[in-house]
């Protein structure tokens, strides 16, 4: 005889501090979900406040609105005949926690605490919350008087406890427990838990969303049971970015899921399960019995209600599905544009503006906007009734339906090319040609003039003309030529994007959008206040080589012309004169490092966790074939000596989108100070010993110096020797 549930994870577009329309979308989904038969409801972690409230979560305002919110939860004629796991902070004994408050018919079956809080990266829970240390345990926590007046509860036990229905029972995890050595979802299944709850804030980053899908299968496959995860969408107020994802596992398998990148501010998914599946796949699995028996119990708190009816012996259940992944380039194209629609509709403004260059990242944000602008078309044709609302407060006009998005980029984007006498005409007619195929409102200045002014104004008072280096200046007067064309850049952007509606007689503001990519931020290559200072930067977190492969699925996906010559045509700042009409700067020249270099340099530094010595140790391995040990160390030594000379730069950097896991951004992600001994002498001089150490052991053994050591790696024609001779102990 089966026991069949039906069961609902929620996706969830929360904006941080905002209770009125918080409450109003966890009441939307818990009608939706019992619309769909559902007797269990679970949302996203903090899903009451918003995951990203930083530091109101340390504001009492912040706990006495929540209390209200889960007031008129509990009290709304709706929220009844279904057990609802809500999330919010609760102060308890003068301590806050990150919890569950678990309801049902207007009653508190539990506040449920997190265990493990998420302290790396974006996260800071333990400068807000603590986490609950009574394993096992429950309290009684002394209720409000508002909530005392709705459910009738003095108090309700708050701790680490399960729920007992008449014909199961639910054990919940909060988002990093997933993720820690030692889950709950292990004690809790061999304490015949049989569905879990996980509530999630889980931020989007490339290449991520298979840790999450082997997670959540792993967990329901271990000991068997029902794994419902929920998370939020799109941007919260923060600079990452939520994708969905919401899915519900059986027994190792993945049997219901929701979107990733959709629109949706509210979305439900159900899966039917029969409980009898999971109790004889418990029973198979004889290790796991044998743990069962001498594993202490949780503390349950019981609930007279089923989950299941009597009479379901004809009710379908969800059968298992594969999980489709999005490419890299995929997640480039739907994930910044989400954030991007999420930022523009509650920012109260009229749309974007971008200086466009004819570059690889002025074209790839450029290219998000209209993937932004394709979604939102999309989402009003599937009948999406607050995407066509917020379309027509944007562009100012009732009754405007968006359904083509080069139309849509008519009216809320705006692309500007700011040329120079050192601007090239290929370069302008990139940038034309991109806006012609995207449909943006298309601009084209020259800003020579501006910059004459403001050089007329230095001249006057010093009688002194600065030259750049082509012309016999030096350094300092061609890097000071260059930067004054990069910030007036960003002060008539500024300008363009606060009239540029009026001029055409509309209303509202544009934001100023930034493309300075994440390797660029790492190296400081970028002027200080110049066009990367935007209000937004939807490729900051986003590397050279991801935005190249992301150009080339553009041209594929949108088939645009323009960005095969965009593609083809080496990065450049033009800051510096043409020689003979043509480009003579380069990106990699002026770095003194590829892109490729960048990327390496940035994985070690953050991710792998190197400073400079263990850097270069790492790197004499990885680059063996291409470059000799001394070669190496100045690679190294130049690029950290560049990195924490530009430094600073992160402390104004545009808020970006988070997306790579080496991020160098001051404000959240990548807390190391902005003030270094450049010279770095004790580490350098440890990396010059080990490079000439080594180089001597393989003049030793080779009897080739010098630089045709560095040319013999290079070509490989060293190879053979190398591996002979790390046989006999060198490490090269």
């Known amino acids: 005889m089966g026991r069949k549930v039906t069961l609902a994870t929620c996706s969830l577009n929360q904006w941080a501090m905002d209770f009125e329309g918080n409450m109003q979308r966890i009441i939307k989904s818990i009608v939706l979900s019992k619309e769909k038969g559902a007797t269990v409801r679970l949302g996203p972690e903090l899903e009451v406040t918003g995951y990203g409230c930083g530091d109101h979560f340390s504001e009492s305002d912040t706990f006495l609105h929540s209390w209200q919110v889960l007031a008129e939860i509990l009290n709304h004629p709706s929220c009844t005949d279904i057990i609802c796991d809500i999330g919010m902070p609760v102060m308890h004994k003068n301590v806050a926690y990150n919890c569950r408050v678990i309801i049902f018919n207007r009653k508190i079956l539990l506040i449920r605490p997190k265990l493990a809080m998420c302290d790396g990266g974006n996260f800071r829970e333990t400068r807000w919350f603590s986490a609950w240390a009574k394993l096992k345990e429950t309290e009684e926590h002394f209720l409000p008087r508002m ?27 909060i988002c990093e427990e997933l993720y820690t050595s030692k889950s709950s979802h292990v004690d809790m299944g061999l304490d015949g838990v049989e569905i879990f709850t996980n509530a999630s804030g889980s931020h989007h980053q490339l290449r991520k969303a298979n840790i999450r899908v082997d997670l959540v299968t792993s967990a329901s496959s271990k000991s ?9 969408f799109g941007c919260d107020g923060e600079r990452v970015c939520y994708d969905g994802c919401s899915m519900v596992a059986v027994n190792g398998d993945i049997v219901a899921r929701g979107a990733q990148f959709s629109l949706k501010e509210v979305e439900v998914v159900t899966a039917t399960v029969d409980l009898e599946d999971v109790r004889m796949y418990k029973n198979k699995l004889r290790s796991r019995c044998t743990n069962s028996a001498k594993t202490p119990s949780y503390p349950r708190i019981h609930v007279d209600f089923a989950l299941s009816e009597q009479n379901d012996m004809f009710k379908s259940c969800s059968e298992p599905m594969k999980w489709k992944y999005h490419t890299p380039e995929e997640e480039i194209n739907l994930g910044p544009a989400l954030w991007l629609w999420d930022y523009l509709r509650r920012s109260g403004q009229g749309g974007y503006f971008i200086p466009l260059s004819g570059g690889i990242d002025s074209s790839s944000s450029a290219c998000i906007v209209y993937s932004m602008c394709k979604l939102v078309c999309q989402a009003a044709n599937d009948g999406d009734a607050q995407v066509v609302c917020d379309a027509q407060r944007i562009v100012g006009e009732q009754g405007y339906i968006p359904t083509n998005p080069r139309e849509l980029a008519s009216r809320i984007f705006t692309t500007c ?22 449909g943006s409102y298309h601009i084209d200045i020259n800003i020579d003039p501006a910059v004459e002014a403001v050089m007329g104004i230095f001249i006057k008072f010093f009688g002194l003309k600065p030259k750049f280096k082509a012309f016999g200046g030096s350094v300092r007067e061609n890097i000071a030529l260059q930067n004054i064309q990069a910030r007036l850049r960003m002060v008539l952007a500024y300008l363009f994007a606060q009239l540029t ?25 970028l002027t200080k206040y110049d066009c990367s200072s935007a209000d937004v930067n939807p490729i900051g977190g986003i590397n050279k080589t991801d935005l190249r492969s992301y150009i080339k699925y553009c041209i ?35 770095m003194g490092m590829t892109y490729e270099e960048l990327s390496f340099y940035g994985k070690l530094r953050k991710i792998q966790g190197c400073g400079p010595y263990s850097m270069f140790c790492k790197l004499v391995y990885m680059w063996k074939e291409r470059f000799s040990p001394r070669e190496i160390a100045a690679k190294v030594q130049h690029f950290f000596r560049y990195y924490s000379i530009n430094r600073h730069k992160m ?11 080496y991020s160098p951004d001051d404000n959240r992600f990548d807390l190391r100070q902005f003030l270094y001994n450049v010279r770095w002498p004790w580490q350098f001089r440890c990396i010059d010993q080990q490079a000439e150490k080594m180089e001597e052991m393989l003049r030793t053994k080779t009897g080739i110096s010098g630089p045709d050591l560095g040319k013999r790696m290079a070509d490989g024609s060293l190879k053979g020797e190398a591996s002979e001779s790390r046989g006999k102990g060198v490490v090269v």
């Not at 108090?155 to 199961?168: F, R």
């Not at 068997?224 to 939020?232: K, T």
Request: negative net charge; charged residues 20%.
């Open 224 to 232: 068997g049971g029902i794994y419902l995860y929920a998370n939020f």
């Open 651 to 661: 402390t104004t950097i545009t808020p970006a989108y988070h997306a790579e896991a």
């Open 501 to 525: 509606l009026w001029a055409r007689g509309k209303s509202g503001g544009l934001l100023v959008l930034g493309s300075a990519n994440v390797d660029e931020g790492l190296r400081g290559y």
């Open 556 to 590: 594929r996906m949108y088939g645009f012309k323009s960005l095969s010559s965009i593609f083809d045509t080496p990065p450049t700042a033009e800051l510096e004169p043409l020689v003979d009409g043509q480009i003579a700067q380069t990106d990699e020249d002026d």
């Open 417 to 438: 090319y700011m040329g120079t006498t050192n601007s090239s005409l290929d370069t302008r007619t990139r940038a034309r040609d991109l806006a012609q195929e995207i």
């Open 147 to 173: 909530i005392q007046s709705v459910t009738g509860q003095k108090t309700a036990p708050i701790g680490d406890a399960v729920i007992s229905t008449l014909d199961t029972c639910i054990g919940v995890e």
